[in-house]
């Protein structure tokens, strides 16, 4: 029987000034041709850096701009305009760039180089891509990172809301791995050991991570580490279960229902707790990097509506019919409800 064959990153570079290495690591990997997208406004803060690093390398940029767009007719008309003689395509910014430039690898069967500039969620080491398919946001198959470059100092410069998105999704591997567990349990699918056991270290290791700030180096480098071994442990399980439990289908549902819905890892955060507290499992744990970071803080401050999450609990099992999470059981959906309305915590967070 032969082992199964598991994509993973041949680059990763997480630190201090790692961008403007950027040029001798694609050379490095025996590529010399790429193109670079941008996210909105990302080429005035960085495209000189990046530029002057490409070309020390001797790396040819063949092309280079700036993109917001997630709808996938955009993506496919861009990724089918790339010049053939690509060798890599890496894309620099938030989720829209990352997601968009991934797909088009995905499509063209190039190298994929993520380069985030907020450590807003996972999503820079997952391989799939949350885009616009007629007028809804779906996730779709994309390229795993060939490579992962996140410069500390970048993401520093991002404004502490996408930190604080980047900590509530990571947290929420905690209630994820929970609900796979408690899934193969009532016999619907089995839970990968592996997987288990890479997104368990990555979690845990980074709320064990003593900090100051959450601007401080060590935590931050933490972080990004965490949110890449979780990608990884995607891919590890074919399947996004690993990190994306009941707690990711109440954000999905919140996403349907608000017209200006929350960063993803905010909500994803808020329902990680909630969540926690139904699975009667670590939410002390989770209350307390909560609190200690800031997050609650910050949440607190958004005038979030507990009707909505109400009804997004509700809604939560019609987002992902074929899954068994707890909130796919009556009982706890009542329970959840429960205790969005009688929670200390909570009570806080919604006002």
């Known amino acids: ?32 041709r790429a193109v670079i997208y941008f996210g909105n406004g990302l080429i005035d803060m960085f495209g000189s850096q990046v530029m002057e690093s490409l070309k020390e390398a001797g790396v040819e940029v063949l092309e280079y701009r700036e993109m917001d767009s997630i709808k996938i007719e955009d993506i496919v008309e861009m990724a089918f305009s790339i010049d053939t003689k690509a060798q890599v395509i890496a894309g620099i910014g938030g989720g829209k760039v990352i ?8 499509l063209r069967r190039l190298p994929f180089l993520s380069v985030p500039t907020s450590a807003s969620s996972d999503g820079f080491s997952s391989a799939s891509a949350s885009l616009t398919v007629d007028g809804r946001r779906t996730s779709v198959p994309a390229r795993m990172a060939y490579g992962i ?4 100092d970048v993401i520093k410069s991002a404004p502490e809301k996408f930190l604080y998105s980047g900590i509530g999704d990571m947290v929420s591997k905690i ?3 929970y609900d796979w567990i408690f899934e193969a349990q009532a016999g619907c699918g089995a839970v990968n050991d592996f997987a288990v056991m890479i997104a368990k270290k990555a979690v845990n290791s980074f709320v064990r991570t003593p900090f100051e700030s959450i601007q401080d180096d060590l935590f931050l480098r933490e972080l990004l580490d965490s949110l890449a ?3 990884i442990a995607n891919e590890i399980a074919g399947s996004s279960a690993p990190a994306s439990g009941s707690e990711h289908l109440i954000s999905h549902a919140l996403d349907k229902m608000l017209e200006q819905p929350q960063l993803h890892g905010v909500q994803v955060g808020v329902a990680t707790y909630l969540m926690s507290r139904v699975q009667d499992h670590r939410y002390r744990r989770v209350n307390t990097i909560f609190t200690d970071t800031g997050f609650w803080d910050y949440v607190s401050s958004l005038g979030l509506n507990r009707e909505d999450y109400e009804q997004a609990v509700d809604l ?20 959840a409800k429960e205790i969005l309305r009688e929670d200390e915590v909570l009570k806080k967070v919604f006002g």
Do not use: C, F
Request: glycine share 10%.
């Open 1 to 32: 029987m032969s082992g199964s064959h598991i994509a993973i990153p041949a680059i990763l570079k997480v630190g201090k000034g790692v961008l403007r290495n950027i040029g001798s690591y694609i050379k490095a990997g025996g590529m010399e």
């Open 175 to 177: 209630t994820a791995l």
């Open 316 to 335: 939560a099992p019609s987002i992902k019919p074929s899954r068994h999470t707890y909130l796919h059981e009556e009982k706890y959906r009542r329970l």
């Open 99 to 106: 997601d968009a430039a991934k797909y088009a690898a995905y």
């Open 229 to 231: 071994m979780s990608g």
């Open 149 to 152: 470059i996140a410069d500390t």
